[in-house]
């Protein structure tokens, strides 16, 4: 088989198929990686496998829609409700996930009256979850946070959905900045080790790339973006609306924790997820029935200063004025 390779989450993931379709869907879900090949071996390892009327063989229900087998694999007969029915093996150092599309007659017909949520959810299931869930394994927790670096200081952008981090980091894209992820991250709450996939940019964002893929919530997908692995935040900054002009503020620890955390439970690119890890865990007996979410958390907050940065009406001014006051402090403490 064709074996593809890329880092991704603080993995290296392979896709280890022959189906072009599979492979471009993985890809897809990455954001249409620019590093492929790597030399490194695989930490996760994606493959497709034809599907049939009884599944990957007998095992022991767990759960409803989970079977342990022998060898320890288990099988989710539809992974987070996509309709691809999946067998998760831990060998060793490395995760085996194989997928089939395998879908109930209510499932194939969301996907294709729905192709924008399917496409989403689908990147999710092949490749997402199973980097979130090794990550979880290895004492790191997913993150709803952007991270950047804006005049020489690394950022994590911390708040819920829908508050305007993405159009904040696609206009700092188009001046060259450095990003490792606009919207999902692994952390072990030193390093950040962004999560590929699109850039997903509101398209009243006031870039000139409004021609990809339509996404939910009035965005639109931007494939190949330039982004680093991994970077290492050196503040953190709640991100709020609010009705007056863009003011930046320090803020308690506690309360830039709460952000973290919230966000990232609430996430919907995250909400199926949390089950689909509870119900790995009971099978397999390895990792946390829940990712360290409030621990990684508490680390970055302990450590780095806080901040809350609130947001005006539009047009807002580029967030690397809105974080100027923080970029001169410390070019002054560091000069």
């Given at each position: 088989?064709?074996?593809?390779?890329?880092?991704?989450?603080?993995a290296v993931?392979?896709?280890?198929?022959?189906?072009?379709?599979?492979?471009?869907?993985?890809?897809?879900?990455?954001?249409?990686?620019?590093?492929?090949?790597?030399?490194?071996?695989?930490?996760?390892?994606?493959?497709?496998?034809?599907?049939d009327?009884?599944g990957?063989?007998?095992?022991?229900?767990?759960?409803?829609?989970?079977?342990?087998?022998?060898?320890?694999?288990?099988?989710?007969?539809?992974?987070?409700?996509?309709?691809?029915?999946?067998?998760?093996?831990?060998?060793?150092?490395?995760?085996?996930?194989?997928?089939?599309?395998?879908?109930?007659?209510?499932?194939?017909?969301?996907?294709?009256?729905l192709?924008?949520?399917?496409?989403?959810?689908?990147?999710?299931?092949?490749?997402?979850?199973?980097?979130?869930?090794?990550?979880?394994?290895?004492?790191?927790?997913p993150?709803?946070?952007?991270?950047?670096?804006v005049?020489?200081?690394?950022?994590?952008?911390?708040?819920?959905?829908?508050?305007?981090?993405?159009?904040?980091?696609?206009?700092?894209?188009?001046?060259?900045?450095?990003?490792?992820?606009?919207?999902?991250?692994?952390?072990d709450?030193?390093?950040?080790?962004?999560?590929?996939?699109?850039?997903?940019?509101?398209?009243?964002a006031?870039?000139?790339?409004?021609?990809?893929?339509?996404?939910?919530?009035?965005?639109?997908?931007?494939?190949?973006?330039?982004?680093?692995?991994?970077?290492?935040?050196?503040?953190?900054?709640?991100v709020?609306?609010d009705?007056?002009?863009?003011?930046?503020?320090?803020?308690?620890?506690?309360?830039?924790?709460?952000?973290?955390?919230?966000?990232?439970?609430?996430?919907?690119?995250l909400?199926?997820?949390?089950p689909?890890?509870?119900?790995?865990?009971?099978?397999?007996?390895?990792?946390?029935?829940?990712?360290?979410?409030?621990?990684?958390?508490?680390?970055?907050v302990?450590?780095l200063?806080?901040?809350?940065?609130?947001?005006?009406?539009?047009?807002?001014?580029?967030?690397?004025?809105?974080?100027?006051?923080?970029?001169?402090?410390?070019?002054e403490?560091?000069?």
């Open positions: 088989m064709n074996q593809i390779t890329f880092t991704t989450g603080a993931v392979a896709i280890d198929t022959r189906s072009h379709r599979f492979r471009d869907a993985v890809l897809r879900a990455a954001g249409s990686p620019g590093v492929l090949g790597l030399p490194a071996e695989p930490d996760v390892v994606l493959a497709e496998v034809e599907a009327a009884t990957f063989g007998p095992g022991l229900p767990v759960t409803r829609g989970a079977t342990r087998h022998p060898d320890g694999g288990v099988e989710l007969s539809s992974a987070g409700g996509s309709g691809y029915r999946q067998r998760w093996l831990v060998d060793g150092d490395r995760l085996r996930v194989e997928s089939c599309w395998d879908p109930s007659a209510k499932e194939n017909v969301a996907a294709r009256a192709p924008t949520r399917f496409r989403s959810l689908r990147g999710e299931v092949l490749l997402h979850y199973p980097v979130l869930w090794w990550a979880s394994l290895r004492g790191m927790a993150l709803h946070v952007s991270v950047l670096e005049n020489g200081t690394v950022f994590a952008l911390a708040g819920p959905g829908g508050v305007g981090k993405s159009s904040l980091v696609s206009r700092e894209l188009a001046s060259r900045a450095r990003v490792t992820c606009d919207n999902l991250a692994v952390s709450g030193r390093i950040t080790y962004g999560l590929r996939e699109p850039l997903r940019i509101p398209e009243d006031g870039t000139t790339v409004q021609t990809g893929p339509r996404a939910a919530h009035g965005r639109r997908e931007v494939h190949g973006g330039r982004t680093v692995p991994r970077l290492e935040p050196a503040a953190i900054v709640v709020r609306r009705a007056g002009v863009g003011r930046l503020r320090p803020v308690d620890p506690d309360e830039a924790h709460r952000a973290l955390v919230a966000g990232t439970m609430t996430a919907g690119e909400m199926r997820f949390w689909m890890a509870a119900t790995l865990a009971l099978a397999t007996g390895r990792g946390p029935v829940m990712a360290p979410v409030d621990e990684v958390a508490r680390r970055l302990d450590r200063p806080c901040y809350e940065l609130q947001l005006g009406h539009s047009p807002r001014p580029p967030l690397r004025d809105l974080l100027a006051p923080v970029t001169s402090t410390r070019a403490v560091s000069g």
